[in-house]
């Protein structure tokens, strides 16, 4: 059986293809993992982590909030796009949404961190760590690779609280040290510098056939380039002779292209070139 979700250009780093059916967007793993798919209720997660939070047309008085706090609104599930029309609103203005929650506003490092899963018990991680500089509210480059141990024990207790019976990989994305999102697949964008060994042993995994956790990953940078960016044939081709992938971004709004790279002094200097900003 394919993978499913994988998108066209994504296709040749899927190998090998396991026998079951293996999820990679979020549309397929909510269908194929009946008896998980509560990991997608964002409310949910935020109560379990001990968050203040409720659905919207609760206020946040009421909990105790003040009205000039900072909350963040959101879609409790929302599969089309993960982080869409959610924002920082404050206390006494959550709208009345139907279908959204409102949550205390987390601040601090934004992770990301995949999680290979073994009926309920992890046995591998990759975390990547979000810049500080950010769009909006979203990092614009990732560190992939990271060294996150606080993260990773409370990530580990997470996932044997949640997940008994599960096996495949789920991912978890972390401020401050609190949740904001988990996935029952893993963060298909950073699968590039995960290692040679990661895909077989994914596939291993959920085949049932023998498993051993694959090495530490090599790491590396992924850039987003929001806003205005000059994708041209010579500037591609520029930065691929500088060890820099150039991946147009169609999908995602406000996102021209997404860079790829080893080392992150050439991914600046090709997001320079095509933008004409720098980051620190």
Known sequence: MPFIGVLPERKPLFKPEPRCDLPVSDAAAWRLNPAHRYLYDK?????DAGLTAAPCGVSPMDLGMAEDAEVFVKPITNLAGMGLSARSVRADAVPMEPGSYWSERL????SSSDCLVQDGEPRWFAHTRGSDEKDASRPIYWEIGAELPDAEAW?????RRNLAGYTGICNIELIGGKPIEAHLRGSNGFFDFYGPGFMPAWVALVDGDDFSPPPPIPG???ISVFGEADLSEENVQAAESMGVKVQPDPSTPGRAAILRCRECEAGFEVYRRLTGRTLA
């Open 220 to 222: 590396g940078y992924v």
């Open 155 to 159: 990530i580990s207790a997470w996932v």
């Open 107 to 110: 601040t601090g490092p934004h």
């Open 43 to 47: 409310l949910r997660l935020a109560l």
